[in-house]
Structures are given as structure tokens and as C-alpha cells.
T-cell receptor, first 115, second 110 residues
Framework: DSGVTQTPKHLITATGQRVTLRCSPR?????VYWYQQSLDQGLQFLIQ???????AKGNILERFSAQQFPDLHSELNLSSLELGDSALYFC??????????????FGEGSRLTVL | SQQGEEDPQALSIQEGENATMNCSYK?????LQWYRQNSGRGLVHLIL?????REKHSGRLRVTLDTSKKSSSLLITASRAADTASYFC??????????FGRGTSLIVHP
């Protein structure tokens, strides 16, 4: 058990809809990372938050947004969903910011299926 | 991008054999990490090697790092069926976000 909790584990929705994925990092970890894993794209970095502030952006679509709350949990919002958004979405946390990135602890992921 | 690229994409061996997978990256790093992913599960950190280290061991795992060639290798000795998984490398440290390649899919046949 990594200590990172992601909900929901599975989600099935229709094109055009909006979903919210939630992540609770390990106790004490300030950094949260979101990754998308699909068969054709591999594991893609989406966005990182550190202590409530956005720190880095990767290949995140404009239809997607995220935030980290004062209690350090994070949410990834996916809107106007398309078939191609079907993927595993992982949250990871670490104790450190980008100054000295160390080990990442991954949640079990949220599997999104868009029909 | 600090993306690591794993090679080979797929590896199939018999139980008891050694498995070697490689990782290449593009620019200077502070550390390189290897992760394992069982099918459909989250990634699990295996080992981190810092840029001033050349070799590191953890149980049946041996990692080497050659910063002059910008490459790393992960050796799993005496493989077991339970080692069947995908293995990813990720570079990190400094201002780098850990980024991952497509991984090496290892199948260990009993």
C-alpha cells in the first residue's frame, strides 16, 4: 500500500460529459502529480502541484484542469470528454518539490472509460 | 524533456534466467529511478540511483548508471514468474519532473 488513495477506481461515462477524479496523497507529502496512461501514449505527465500551487504542466489538454486543496488532496477535472480520453489516470505524491525530486508513490489509478 | 526510454519493449524469459533492460535519456540528471507496474496497477518504486553513483544493488536487482552514455540498466537476477510486469525508468532531480517511457514488458515463464 503506497498510502496514496485515488477515487473512483472505475468510471464509465459518455462523450461530452465531465468527471472529477480525486487523489489523497501520502500523509505529509506536499507534491501531487497526475499522469495519464493509455495504450498508445504510454505514461504521460499531466500536471504537478506543490503545497497548493501549480508547479509544472505537461501534456494536459485545455479541457482538463486540476487543483490542490489546503488539506493537500487534489482533484483532476476532465470535461467535454472524448473517446480518446479513455485511460488510466494516476496520481502520485512525493515529499519534495521540483527542487530535488525523489521517489514517487503512486495510487492504484482511476480507470476512465468514455463510451 | 527528461523522458527515459526503455529497451527492449518486450522481454520473454524462463524462470531462473536473468533479465536485463536498458534505459536511455537525453540530458544531465540528478538521479534515475526504476519503477515496476503490474498489469493495470499503480507503479511501484524499485530503486533510485544518483548521478554520482555507478552501481546499486537491492536484493535481486542491480542497477548501473553511465552518465557519459546517458544510459542505465536494470538487471533482475534469477527471475521468478512473479517478476512478470512492466518496468519503467524515470529521470528526476533538479527542476525535472519524473517522466516515463513506454516501459519494458517482462514475461517470466514458469
Amino acid at each position: 500500500d503506497s498510502g496514496v488513495t485515488q477515487t473512483p477506481k472505475h468510471l464509465i461515462t459518455a462523450t461530452g460529459q465531465r468527471v472529477t477524479l480525486r487523489c489523497s496523497p501520502r500523509s505529509g507529502d506536499l507534491s501531487v502529480y497526475w499522469y495519464q496512461q493509455s495504450l498508445d501514449q504510454g505514461l504521460q505527465f499531466l500536471i504537478q502541484y506543490y503545497n497548493g500551487e501549480e508547479r509544472a504542466k505537461g501534456n494536459i489538454l485545455e479541457r482538463f484542469s486540476a487543483q490542490q486543496f489546503p488539506d493537500l488532496h487534489s482533484e483532476l477535472n476532465l470535461s467535454s470528454l472524448e473517446l480518446g480520453d479513455s485511460a488510466l489516470y494516476f496520481c502520485a505524491s512525493s515529499a519534495l518539490g521540483t527542487a530535488n525530486t525523489g521517489e514517487l508513490f503512486f495510487g492504484e489509478g482511476s480507470r476512465l472509460t468514455v463510451l | 524533456s527528461q523522458q527515459g526510454e526503455e529497451d527492449p519493449q518486450a522481454l520473454s524469459i524462463q524462470e531462473g534466467e536473468n533479465a536485463t533492460m536498458n534505459c536511455s535519456y537525453k540530458t544531465s540528471i540528478n538521479n534515475l529511478q526504476w519503477y515496476r507496474q503490474n498489469s493495470g496497477r499503480g507503479l511501484v518504486h524499485l530503486i533510485l540511483i544518483r548521478s554520482n553513483e555507478r552501481e546499486k544493488h537491492s536484493g535481486r536487482l542491480r542497477v548501473t548508471l553511465d552518465t557519459s552514455k546517458k544510459s542505465s540498466s536494470l538487471l533482475i537476477t534469477a527471475s521468478r514468474a512473479a517478476d512478470t510486469a512492466s518496468y519503467f525508468c524515470a529521470t528526476g532531480g533538479g527542476s525535472y519532473i519524473p517522466t516515463f517511457g513506454r516501459g519494458t514488458s517482462l514475461i517470466v515463464h514458469p
